[in-house]
């Protein structure tokens, strides 16, 4: 369909051409890789919204639980993220040195694998992260009906809130692969004349992401609340809510997600353009 767009007819040889049914061959397949890549781009929407989660819920879960480093320092429970940023630059100073160097062998391509195939990791390890996460939060629960704590939402659970970490840190590593290789691909398969604002695309999806995860939290209010007021998510007291069922959504959701693994099959590489004698010799020439 969008190939007719670039045929001449007669009409066209006989008054100026209409420019919203005649276009050029290189606009049409412009076009073309853009739409080739919405569904790779909207596959980095829900893991935003996973990680969205880290500064609203997780934060709560670690205000609930003992913080305390030493017996006199205890970590903020804002600074949890901190785990986050330290295994995403691990991840990806591991990846530059050894990684790509240890992938090259079995591949042979220079960058170690596809930006696809860093995006699918990340996609699977951004599931684990929330998974993980729910069955964190279920022991965390056990925790506080254990010690009597359960109708006590300001109380201390007797839990160390580096329970936390290894979700945290999943999100990092996600991060690390799904996020830089987004921007890559936007990046590298963009067309010619949209490079330069190739990563809109990639600011665009975080956006998008971050809306989603607001959304789903109201769908979960409205949907999972019981005649008695109460619901998955409750404002006031988390140890009576359903948080794990909550990540288990999440996890649900980006199973589904994973028909990126479809896509990025099925997708097309833009031609890498090698430039010709001629081009040579006439850059060449303009050199001298």
Not at 20 to 34: C, I, M
Request: proline letters at 4%; a positive charge.
């Amino acid at each position: 369909l969008l190939d007719k767009t670039a045929i001449v007819t007669e009409e066209d040889n006989v008054k100026a051409p209409n420019l919203w049914r005649l276009n050029s061959v290189h606009r049409v397949e412009e076009l073309k890789s853009l739409i080739r890549m919405g569904p790779i781009w909207a596959s980095g929407i829900l893991l935003i919204t996973a990680y969205a989660q880290q500064g609203t819920f997780s934060l709560q879960q670690a205000k609930s639980m003992d913080r305390h480093l030493t017996n006199s320092f205890q970590i903020p429970a804002g600074s949890m993220s901190v785990f986050t940023m330290l295994a995403m630059l691990s991840t990806i100073a591991l990846y530059d040195r050894f990684l790509i160097r240890i992938a090259r062998r079995f591949t042979g391509l220079d960058r170690g694998i596809t930006f696809l195939h860093r995006m699918g990791i990340g996609l699977l390890i951004s599931v684990l992260a929330t998974l993980v996460a729910g069955f964190i939060e279920v022991k965390r629960k056990q925790a506080a009906v254990a010690h009597g704590l359960e109708d006590k939402p300001h109380s201390i659970i007797p839990m160390s809130v580096f329970w936390l970490v290894p979700r945290y840190g999943l999100h990092g590593i996600a991060e690390a692969f799904m996020s830089i290789g987004h921007l890559e691909f936007f990046y590298d398969q963009s067309p010619e004349s949209m490079r330069i604002s190739a990563t809109a695309l990639f600011w665009t999806a975080i956006s998008v992401g971050n809306y989603v995860s607001t959304l789903l939290v109201s769908l979960v209010h409205k949907y999972s609340a019981k005649p008695d007021g109460s619901n998955w998510l409750p404002d006031n007291n988390l140890n009576k809510g359903k948080l794990e069922l909550f990540y288990w959504l999440i996890t649900g959701l980006q199973v589904v997600n994973l028909y990126y693994i479809c896509c990025a099959k099925l997708y097309t590489y833009k031609p890498i353009q090698t430039p010709t004698k001629d081009a040579e010799s006439k850059e060449a020439a303009s050199k001298v």
